[in-house]
């Protein structure tokens, strides 16, 4: 096999390739014995009639389509590692010569990373990220772990409160009618949590276990049902038990049962501690993503059609293992969705574009700081996996090693991310500018 390279316009390359005649001869045997076990001819055996034979019955190109198709699967790979470039689309291949005894012959067009001129990327401004953590927040992250270790007492001698736990008879009527889902038995609700149609659950509050009571209400004006959306409807409902819920009192040794800690300060200082730590995250994650966002818009590259292409199919193909992963069909999706995958591939483009977009800036920006991943990044990463996945960092190796490249390339992103980020200057928010000059 050889390969020779041709520079087209657009970061495009045409790729010629050629696989000798003794391979592919050698390929149009393989199909030949593939299929000669489906072809009857008179006076021969089924599966035992000579090549010759049948290319002189059906024509000698009789199997150089599969055989074409065989020598591209098994030849490209290893022509688009030969040819050097940074190919990043699929090909569009050509067949130019296809005949017995000669050399075979196709080309493949494909795109390659195409050139990015870099604006700024260092000192860009970003806002100002404050972090304030209020005691309303630790009181709330506190307020969780109180209710999952309330233990609950059921009740007999009282109607229902807001907050309860109840369990529910009820059917619904429009106009004296009941109407289709409205009806339900030992139905779980709790009073308060707006689960169920607005002025519902107000109105249970006070009812008694036992007795047959009427709920009025209005469907919202978008409810799901339109034959119901603005209704005013009657629900006749029967609370059939009571729940309490009973909060552990907020002391030490409440935070001796639900942490490490001893007494109820210490506890509340570890929930600062957090609360602080995941804002300081978020805003990390903010400080990058709008410094990030400013390199790209003050960059510029042009991506080839093929590029873009083969990005939006890669984003149709993983949304679909997401379907798939949840038990749907993609076919069935799509009809739901009323669309076809042309039309969904083509509405991925805008998202397929700002992905190239990021991946190339930031791979430029590496480039001109000389930023690469080391073998040390690498292990490091294996072993944070490894860590989350509740894994051997051996084990994980085994699933990575043959990624390796492209995990160095996605760390080094990461890194000129970092950098780029580290390098911004924080500014106090326009918003809150403008706010102290009116003030």
Do not use: W
Request: hydrophobic share 35%; with cysteine.
């Amino acid at each position: 096999m050889s390969v020779s390279v041709e520079k087209l316009e657009k970061s495009m390359v045409r790729l010629t390739i050629e696989v000798s005649a003794e391979d592919f001869d050698k390929a149009i045997n393989k199909v030949y014995n593939r299929q000669k076990n489906r072809m009857n001819v008179p006076g021969f055996r089924k599966g035992k009639t000579p090549r010759k034979v049948l290319e002189k019955m059906y024509g000698a190109a009789i199997f150089y389509e599969d055989a074409a198709n065989d020598c591209i699967n098994s030849s490209y790979p290893d022509a688009a590692k030969e040819s050097g470039e940074d190919i990043v689309s699929n090909p569009e291949i050509n067949v130019t010569q296809i005949e017995a005894g000669k050399p075979f012959i196709y080309t493949a067009e494909v795109a390659v990373k195409p050139p990015v001129s870099l604006g700024k990327y260092k000192g860009v401004e970003v806002d100002k990220q404050e972090i304030t953590v209020f005691d309303e927040e630790i009181d709330a992250e506190i307020r969780k772990e109180q209710e999952k270790n309330a233990s609950r007492n059921e009740i007999t001698d009282r109607p229902v409160k807001d907050g309860d736990d109840i369990v529910l008879d009820f059917e619904g009527f429009c106009d004296g009618v009941a109407f289709e889902g409205g009806k339900g038995t030992d139905y779980p609700l709790t009073i308060g949590s707006g689960s169920f149609i607005p002025g519902f659950e107000e109105q249970l509050v006070g009812a008694n276990i036992g007795e047959e009571m009427e709920v009025n209400v209005t469907f919202p004006e978008n409810y799901q049902s339109d034959d119901l959306a603005g209704k005013d409807a009657m629900f006749k409902c029967t609370v059939k038990k009571i729940t309490e819920k009973i909060l552990p009192e907020l002391d030490d040794e409440f935070a001796d049962e639900v942490s490490e800690f001893s007494t109820l300060a210490e506890y509340r200082e570890d929930v600062r501690k957090n609360i602080t730590e995941r804002k300081e995250g978020a805003a990390r994650t903010a400080k990058e993503n709008q410094a990030v966002e400013k390199v790209i818009a003050d960059a510029h590259v042009e991506i080839p059609a093929a590029m873009l292409r083969t990005q939006q199919e890669q984003l149709v193909s993983e949304f679909e293992q997401q379907v798939m992963s949840q038990g749907m069909n993609f076919e069935d999706y799509l009809k739901y969705a009323q669309t076809n995958r042309e039309q969904f591939t083509d509405n991925m483009k805008e998202e397929a574009e700002r992905r190239i977009k990021y991946r190339l800036v930031m791979e430029q920006v590496a480039k001109e700081e000389n930023i690469v991943a080391t073998d040390e990044d690498f292990e490091a990463e294996l072993q944070k996996m490894a860590d989350a996945y509740r894994m051997d960092v051996e084990t994980i190796k085994k699933y990575f090693v043959t990624r390796k490249e492209g995990m160095m390339e996605d760390i080094a992103v990461q890194k000129a991310i970092t950098f780029v980020a580290d390098n911004a200057v924080e500014v106090e928010k326009k918003a809150d500018a403008e706010e102290e000059k009116a003030e």
